[in-house]
């Protein structure tokens, strides 16, 4: 009885070495868990699906603070997704923000661009 007390206190040192020596977990994806108005990680270059709950005027705003001007034509898609007309750098373009406050702006009409110091809620 004493051997076998013995061994399966043995055993359960060599498994408890085997779990140390597994490998280290990953540092994680890209984005920062908790985003700021500076992070320079932020992956977002489309707009990102899902329950939207900022008013039209909110929408508006937030994209204005982001540098835009002469925001039109705001309209809350079947994703949640704010989409209208702005002017930046004197260019009308294509602009988006989502329900984390991330404003996109499209490139060429197909690709969205993250601007710079977008953030969530």
Known sequence: MRNLLVAGVVLAFV???AMAQSPPAQKGPGNSAINSPDS???QVT???QGHNSFTEGEARSRIEKKG????SQL???DNGV???RAMKDGKQVDVSL????NVVMAAGGTTGVPVKGASGR
């Open 15 to 17: 498994a408890g070495g």
């Open 40 to 42: 320079t990680n932020r």
């Open 46 to 48: 489309n707009p990102v």
């Open 68 to 71: 835009f001007t002469a925001v």
């Open 75 to 77: 309209v809350k898609d």
């Open 82 to 84: 704010w989409r209208g």
């Open 98 to 101: 989502d329900f984390e406050g």
